[in-house]
């Protein structure tokens, strides 16, 4: 009897600690802020998150281990990389989804930024009729109507956890600090100057005696505001106290955001641009991105030219994707703009003999110079920063996510008192027709501004299917060069069978029609720079081009996660 009454209670202690145990898992992320490591790749069973910062990635791992599906991974991601990856992680911002998920759906969310109500097509030009890209580059007057708040919410429709828990994780790092790395100080350093010049209220960021690797950076202002999104939900940000805080600090530094423009703004939810390459079928972002169709323009360019045979980084090769590149880009600058205010001819500049006609004056010989390649004729009648995280996991959810401020820190104004930087994407608008932004893209009447329009991004988040299930979850930041970093990182592994690592470590190059030059980064073969040359290409080499975050799903189901080694880039899984 006394025997028997030992077994109960040690069974029912077994029991109550294995329920304190869950709940634990359940209420808290045990990673450590002030000491962690980055990993570079991994290969794991159940899910994996790629993004552009170690803690980053590892709260999104702890949401899927809590039960979360990689919506709710990358939701929890982005937040967190709102704290710890200031520079392109935003609340500030905004950017857009790309989701196969686990019951078939295909799925975009935009969540790009919108051009106040009283923005105006001439705003950036002053009275001697010169476009101020100082205004449209930097400060208060730079910034769209952030989205990504509003988008975080449209993702979490299908989600698994309640938004509490996968704020929770951000509120810790902004509330206890985490330790920056050596690339952090560096560049928080170099900002210093910007950030007095940009802001009214001394933000956090400023440190007069300089940031170094291991500071501590904790924030108040941000723990606030994600405590009142937590409390309120989106109404957390765009009502209330964080939305009088973004139109007090509009008007300290003569910015037009206003509290209506933050109360109407919503995120759409929109059909990915799909198409298929060689059985392959790639899932885009569609407008206002021009992501998702430059890369089905370049993909179809090279479709039938046997590409494979040419060998990755040969002359041919190179020269071909290049061209291909050349011509999308073309089309980029005269038709593509926000669909929803401009007839954007989709279907036309995407169309077979369309692009074929584009490729009549490829010449294998030689370049073909952009002043002779206009955008295409249309067939009638028939730094720069911002952040992609990869996620996926084992109930077949696949999700790309690319956010962005633009510009490194955005327009390096902090809301005063909300912590958190806004972003200067009014400069992605043609704000004069042949005037290039910061990314040295031209445009015009497709993409001038008007109120309410969003700004055409490169932002490329993608997935592509194998068999219509998850292969490839892939994406970058970089500007105009995101698509071209992503066709070369698909082309790589689809056509040249190259290793995940080799695809998106190797160096890349970029050619936008204009300016008529080819960028490459360092390591390019010098053989193929000579050959190219004496063809007619004007090479630069120029910094890092992207930093690329992809999860490959493996033959045998596994998912092999690789994250840039241009950065701080970590993959993790479990
Ligand atoms: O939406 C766009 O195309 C740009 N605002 C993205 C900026 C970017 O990728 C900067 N990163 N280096």
Redesign the pocket.
């Known amino acids: 009897m006394m025997r028997n009454k030992y077994w109960l209670y040690l069974i029912f202690f077994i029991f109550l600690s294995c329920k304190t145990s869950q709940k634990n898992n359940n209420s808290s992320i045990s990673i450590d802020p002030y000491k962690y490591t980055i990993q570079k790749s991994t290969i794991a069973e159940n899910g994996a998150v790629v993004s552009a910062h170690p803690l980053a990635s590892k709260v999104g791992v702890e949401i899927l281990k809590m039960g979360g599906n990689a919506i709710d991974a990358a939701i929890a991601t982005q937040l967190a990389l709102a704290v710890v990856y200031p520079q392109a992680g935003n609340l500030g911002g905004g950017g857009f989804m790309v989701a196969k998920l686990g019951n078939g759906k295909e799925i975009a969310i935009d969540y790009r930024e919108m051009a106040p109500g009283s923005a105006h097509r001439d705003m950036y030009i002053d009275s001697a009729g010169v476009a101020r890209t100082d205004k449209s580059q930097d400060g208060h007057l730079s910034s769209g109507v952030p989205g990504t708040v509003a988008g975080l919410f449209e993702s979490a429709k299908y989600g698994k956890l309640s938004f509490d828990k996968l704020i929770q994780p951000a509120i810790d790092l902004a509330e206890k600090g985490f330790t920056i790395s050596e690339r952090e100080a560096r560049s928080l350093n170099t900002l210093q100057d910007e950030l007095k010049q940009f802001n009214t209220v001394t933000p956090v960021f400023i440190k007069e005696s300089g940031w170094k690797e291991g500071d501590t950076l904790v924030q108040t202002d941000l723990t606030q505001t994600l405590k009142r999104i937590k409390e309120k939900g989106a109404a957390g940000f765009y009502e209330g106290e964080t939305a009088k805080l973004i139109v007090e600090e509009m008007k300290r530094g003569s910015g037009i955001i206003t509290s209506s423009d933050l109360k109407n703004y919503t995120a759409k939810l929109r059909e990915p641009h799909t198409f298929d390459y060689k059985g392959y079928k790639v899932l885009g972002m569609p407008m206002p991105s021009s992501g998702g169709i430059l890369l089905h323009q370049m993909m179809k360019m090279i479709e039938e030219r046997n590409i494979a045979s040419m060998g990755f980084q040969s002359t041919q090769a190179v020269q071909l994707m290049t061209e291909a590149e050349r011509r999308a880009y073309a089309d980029r600058a005269e038709y593509m703009g926000d669909a929803d205010f401009y007839k954007v001819p989709v279907d036309m500049i995407t169309h077979p003999v369309y692009l074929q006609e584009r490729m009549k004056t490829y010449d294998p010989a030689k370049a073909t110079p952009s002043t002779m390649i206009k955008p295409g004729i249309l067939i009638r009648a028939e730094?720069?920063?911002?952040t992609h995280l990869s996620v996926i996991d084992k109930e077949g959810n696949a999700v790309a996510v690319t956010t962005?401020l633009?510009?490194s820190y955005g327009s390096k104004t902090v809301v005063g008192g909300a912590g958190f930087f806004l972003n200067d994407?009014m400069d992605?608008f043609s704000i004069k027709p042949g005037v290039p932004n910061m990314y040295g893209a031209v445009g015009g009447e497709a993409n001038a501004i008007m109120p309410g329009k969003r700004m055409l991004?490169?932002?490329s988040p993608t997935i592509v299917l194998k068999d219509n299930k998850p292969f490839l979850v892939v994406g970058t930041?970089?500007?105009?060069t995101?698509p071209t970093s992503v066709f070369q990182t698909i082309v790589n592994i689809i056509e040249f069978n190259m290793s995940t690592e080799d695809a998106v470590y190797k160096p890349k190059f970029h050619h936008q029609w204009l300016p008529d030059t080819l960028a490459i980064e360092k390591g390019f073969p010098q053989m193929v720079i000579d050959s190219m040359q004496k063809m007619g290409y004007h090479f630069y080499e120029r910094g890092a081009i992207g930093r690329t975050e992809i999860i490959k799903v493996l033959a045998n189901k596994k998912f092999e996660a690789v994250a840039d080694n241009r950065g701080d880039d970590d993959a993790e899984g479990w």
Not at 383 to 386: A, Y
């Open positions: 730094s720069k920063e911002t962005t633009n510009n994407e992605d991004s490169s932002m930041p970089g500007g105009t995101i």
